[in-house]
């Protein structure tokens, strides 16, 4: 199974300042056809995760623009340029090229 | 606007069995491969099973050991999940899954005696 593991497991973020989170596989995620199927979630308490970003760097629809995520193979980052309120919440980065594994969860919370 | 909502989540006693379904709408659900996803108490998401458009195709996750059937009936856009022989290792939320943008709000299934 590919393992994904996730730092850091937590982020305390000022309003308005950036947060990073970074994602490693354990193994190369590139698809047989070309692709890379890693995704990022979120999801706030009580809520089902809900889809940002898909294929490394595609932002879902109604996502906002402040969310980006990048990578390749083995190493990616979800950056949020501005935080905001709404953004407190727990953060998985998932795959879906070799089955399906998810991440710890970073969990972020406003300082 | 997609919706899945899933129901029949219940408190079983241990060894016991439930059905969960979900009920999609508002996409052409024959067309979708669809899963199930789990999230125990305090943990995060783990994935359950998966099955083709047609029905003709499922997988599981390990864990699951032959305990699960998940199937599909395309006329009424309706999703099940089969639980049977529970444990304790199995109260969770279980989310149906449109793969892989949309999740439902989940159902909640407790095994305890």
């Known amino acids: 199974d590919i393992v994904m593991t996730q730092t850091p497991l937590s982020s305390l973020v000022t309003l308005g300042q950036p947060a990073s989170i970074s994602c490693r596989s354990s193994?190369?995620?590139?698809?047989?056809?070309?692709?890379?199927?890693l995704s990022w979630l979120h999801q706030r308490p009580g809520q089902p995760p809900r889809l940002l970003i898909y294929k490394i760097s595609n932002r879902f629809s109604g996502v906002p623009d402040r969310f980006s995520g990048s990578g390749t193979g083995t190493d990616f980052t979800l950056k949020i340029s501005r935080v905001e309120a709404e953004d407190v919440g727990i953060y998985y980065c998932m795959q879906t090229t070799r089955l399906y594994t998810f991440g710890q969860g970073t969990k972020l919370e406003i300082k | 606007e997609v919706q899945l909502v899933e129901s029949g989540g219940d408190l079983v006693q241990p060894g016991g069995s439930l059905r969960l379904s979900c009920a999609a709408s508002g996409f052409t659900f024959s067309n979708w491969w669809m899963h199930w996803v789990r999230q125990a108490p305090g943990k995060g998401p783990v994935?359950?099973?998966?099955?083709?458009?047609?029905?003709?195709?499922?997988t599981y996750a390990d864990f699951v050991n032959g305990r699960f059937t998940i199937s599909r009936d395309n006329a009424k856009s309706t999703l099940y999940l089969q639980l049977n022989t529970l444990t304790v290792e199995d109260t969770a939320v279980y989310y149906c899954?449109?793969?892989?943008?949309?999740w439902g709000q989940g159902t909640l299934v407790t095994v305890s005696s």
């Open positions: 193994q190369s995620l590139v698809h047989t056809d070309g692709n890379t199927y």
């Open positions: 899954v449109r793969a892989w943008d949309y």
């Open positions: 994935w359950v099973a998966r099955i083709k458009t047609d029905g003709s195709s499922t």
